[in-house]
């Protein structure tokens, strides 16, 4: 009966040495010498924005039968170090109101194992390590074994562009730019030089803090191999706006491009001289170069490599060449390089001259004679030049032919001719030919006859 009366005495003793061991300023020895019943889930480390909040995601799982969920579960917050001994643990938040130097505000259910808390208006001071504690009735206990240390900073965090590796055009792929978001009630404002309507979502991380993002999407071609995409974050704090930005440019890999065969030195060359054919293009990866020669039975393959050094022969025919730039995406070929010697192409021109030669020769050769028979005619290609003109004119409106009195006219006129040359005492015999023609466009007509009419005068 004794050893039983005194049972209670000494549990009792034992209780309230517990709740003296775990009172704020006593904690070190309570993390030092007693297993942990108590842990949370919390970040390790966590840093938030100088003017701006700080969301702490926070859970806790208490390994005790104490534990009762029916009666008030208190959350305090204590910041210190490691070294309790040295340096006691300062209680700077109580969820009963009994304490609140700090603005917290603890936004979770701890009835839901729910810890969370929201840090408000933070300034550098705030930079230290932080504890977690539970007060239930006659259980109570801190996260000992896990410190929340908090680093306050001036300068806002730089974003993160978010881009697939390995590119190739003609591919579409997402493209992210996310900015740490330690204030979900206050996230920051992304904005790039893509397209400017990007959706904006925050997301809640695996660890329970939040990310800011926004993405495109985007069809790779050549043109955007070097591209630099620029993202800025502007995370709203008292008094203005804190920003940070990110560049990152883009590697896509393309087929080759503007591919080109030059030759070195340009123009005829002598046989026997050397050349030098260079193919370049743009491609990446870098291709490789081939180089063929148009034979008359197709292509034929003569060299590998941007450079193909020719000697010249005696050709007398032109050679042509051209080049082939390939990589894994695909290949190009180049325009046509037509070789010709130096002496063929100087044959031709000589040949070409010696024909102008010879035409204006003989363009000038029969001017000449051209000339000189006009100088030199015949009696009878020569007319007469008698005193009255024996041309017979045909007014514009008269279409039919020459009848029978006009041919009496004519002979008229040509008797009349013959008297005045037989009065002149003329002895020499005229011979006229009149031929039967009518000239384009012409109001000149002849006397119809289908034989030459001879005029015929000499003296009596």
């Not at 039983?4 to 020895?29: D, E, K, Q, Y």
């Not at 050397?274 to 180089?291: D, G, Q």
Request: a neutral charge; proline letters at 6%; aromatic letters at 10%.
């Amino acid at each position: 009966m004794r050893l039983m009366a005194a049972l209670p005495g000494n549990m009792l003793t034992v209780r309230m040495f517990l709740s003296v061991f775990i009172l704020p300023g006593a904690l070190a020895h309570y993390c030092h010498k007693k297993p942990a019943i108590f842990n949370i889930t919390a970040p390790n480390n966590i840093e938030a924005l100088s003017g701006s909040c700080l969301e702490i995601p926070c859970s806790f799982i208490a390994n005790h039968s104490e534990f009762n969920k029916e009666i008030s579960i208190y959350g305090i917050w204590m910041k210190g170090t490691l070294d309790f001994d040295s340096n006691p643990n300062d209680v700077i938040f109580n969820s009963s109101k009994s304490v609140n130097t700090y603005p917290l505000e603890l936004t979770g259910n701890l009835s839901e194992n729910n810890c969370t808390t929201l840090f408000s208006d933070l300034n550098s001071r705030y930079t230290d390590m932080y504890f977690f504690r539970i007060e239930n009735g006659p259980f109570r206990a801190t996260s000992c074994a896990h410190p929340l240390t908090i680093t306050v900073k001036d300068s806002p965090w730089s974003p993160s562009i978010n881009v697939p590796s390995d590119l190739k055009e003609h591919q579409s792929v997402t493209v992210t730019c996310s900015a740490f978001t330690p204030c979900p009630h206050s996230p920051p404002q992304l904005t790039w030089n893509l397209q400017q309507d990007s959706l904006r979502q925050t997301e809640k991380n695996t660890d329970g803090t939040f990310t800011t993002k926004i993405q495109e999407n985007i069809t790779l071609s050549d043109t955007h191999d070097g591209y630099n995409i620029r993202c800025s974050a502007r995370y709203p704090v008292i008094g203005g706006n804190k920003t940070a930005e990110t560049e990152v440019t883009l590697s896509v890999s393309y087929a080759p491009r503007n591919t080109s065969a030059s030759i070195s030195p340009s123009g005829l060359v002598s046989a026997g001289s050397w050349v030098e054919l260079s193919c370049s293009s743009r491609a990446k990866p870098p291709p490789r170069f081939t180089w063929f020669w148009i034979s008359k039975h197709g292509a034929v393959n003569v060299s590998v490599g941007p450079v193909y050094n020719l000697q010249m022969t005696n050709m007398t025919n032109k050679e042509s060449y051209f080049c082939v730039a390939a990589n894994i995406l695909g290949n190009q070929t180049s325009s046509w390089i037509h070789l010709k010697n130096k002496e063929t192409g100087m044959q031709t021109v000589l040949a070409s001259v010696v024909l102008l030669f010879i035409y204006l020769a003989f363009i000038s050769l029969v001017s000449s004679v051209c000339f000189f028979k006009s100088k030199h005619r015949t009696p009878q290609q020569t007319q007469a030049e008698p005193d009255e003109d024996v041309t017979v004119q045909v007014p514009p409106d008269k279409t039919e032919e020459l009848d029978y009195e006009d041919m009496n006219f004519f002979q008229r006129r040509s008797e009349a001719f013959y008297a005045s040359m037989k009065d002149r005492g003329q002895e020499d015999a005229v011979y006229a030919q009149v031929k039967k023609s009518r000239p384009r466009n012409s109001s000149v007509r002849t006397v119809d006859s289908s034989e030459d009419i001879y005029i015929e005068m000499k003296q009596q």
